[in-house]
C-alpha cells in the first residue's frame, strides 16, 4: 500500500498537471485581489477566467504521453481527445451555461417579473473564451514540454 501512494505521488503524470492547475488558479487568485482590492477565497477552486486551468491540465498531461509514448500512440490519442472534449466544453457548453445564468439571475431580480424568491445567485462564471481556452492550452503545451 506504501510504494502505491509513493508512485502515485511521485509520478509527473499525477504532480504536472496538479501544479499546473494549483498555480493556475492562485494567478487567478491574485489577479482578481490585484483587480478589486478583494481577497477572494472562492477563486482558488471557482471555474471561468484567463486561463483556462482546464485546458492547461488537459494538455499538460497529453503533451507529456505525446513526449514518453509517441504521438502514433493510442494512449496519446485517447489523451489529445479527451482533451479536445475538456476544452470544446469550458469553451461552449459551460460558458453558455454561465451565459444563462447571468440572464437568470437578471430575470429573477427584476421587479414584477419573476415572483420566485431566490436563496442565492446562480453561479456566472463558468467557462471560458475561446482566448482563454487557447492560452491555458499554450501553457499545457509548455510545461508538458519541459517536464
Not at 496538479?18 to 492547475?21: A, G, M
Not at 509517441?70 to 475538456?86: N, T, Y
Given at each position: 500500500?506504501g510504494?502505491?501512494?509513493?508512485?502515485?505521488?511521485?509520478?509527473?503524470y499525477?504532480?504536472v498537471p496538479?501544479?499546473?492547475?494549483f498555480?493556475?488558479?492562485?494567478f487567478?487568485?491574485?489577479w482578481?485581489?490585484?483587480?478589486?482590492?478583494?481577497f477572494?477565497?472562492?477563486?482558488?477552486?471557482?471555474?471561468?477566467?484567463?486561463?483556462?486551468?482546464?485546458s492547461a491540465?488537459?494538455?499538460?498531461?497529453?503533451t507529456?504521453?505525446?513526449?514518453?509514448?509517441?504521438?502514433?500512440?493510442?494512449?496519446?490519442?485517447?489523451?489529445?481527445?479527451?482533451?479536445?472534449?475538456?476544452?470544446?466544453d469550458?469553451?461552449?457548453?459551460?460558458?453558455?451555461a454561465?451565459?444563462?445564468?447571468?440572464?437568470l439571475?437578471?430575470?429573477?431580480?427584476?421587479?414584477g417579473?419573476?415572483?420566485?424568491?431566490?436563496?442565492e445567485?446562480?453561479?456566472?462564471v463558468?467557462g471560458?473564451?475561446?482566448?482563454?481556452?487557447?492560452?491555458?492550452a499554450?501553457?499545457g503545451?509548455?510545461?508538458?514540454?519541459?517536464?
Open positions: 500500500m510504494t502505491f501512494f509513493i508512485q502515485f505521488f511521485t509520478s509527473k499525477i504532480y496538479f501544479l499546473t492547475w498555480f493556475i488558479q492562485l487567478k487568485v491574485i482578481d485581489l490585484v483587480a478589486t482590492k478583494k477572494n477565497f472562492k477563486r482558488i477552486l471557482g471555474a471561468g477566467g484567463m486561463p483556462s486551468s482546464h491540465v488537459v494538455m499538460s498531461i497529453t507529456m504521453i505525446g513526449k514518453e509514448y509517441g504521438v502514433a500512440s493510442s494512449i496519446f490519442a485517447a489523451c489529445l481527445i479527451f482533451s479536445c472534449v475538456v476544452m470544446y469550458a469553451a461552449g457548453v459551460r460558458r453558455a454561465g451565459k444563462q445564468a447571468v440572464l439571475n437578471k430575470i429573477v431580480q427584476t421587479p417579473l419573476s415572483g420566485l424568491e431566490v436563496q445567485k446562480l453561479v456566472e463558468l471560458h473564451t475561446p482566448t482563454q481556452v487557447i492560452v491555458g499554450i501553457i503545451i509548455l510545461v508538458g514540454l519541459i517536464f
